[in-house]
């Protein structure tokens, strides 16, 4: 008997369980990209939008 058939993959929880953490893996590399865009942006906008208003 090998890991691959082994019952756990039979298991509809740990499919689900797996899809979660993959969200969760997905969502932190977006939020982190984003994250980063807004902080790369020039200094100078974001002051010059305070100015004007």
């Given amino acids: 008997m090998s ?3 082994a019952p756990i993959w039979n298991d509809a929880g740990t499919w ?3 899809g979660i953490s993959l969200l969760f893996i997905v969502v932190g590399i977006v939020m982190h990209r984003v994250i980063m865009t ?3 942006e020039p200094q100078d906008d974001a002051t010059n939008k305070e ?3």
């Fill in 16 to 18: 689900i369980v797996l």
């Fill in 51 to 53: 100015k004007h208003v």
């Fill in 3 to 5: 890991l691959l058939d």
């Fill in 38 to 40: 807004v902080l790369r």
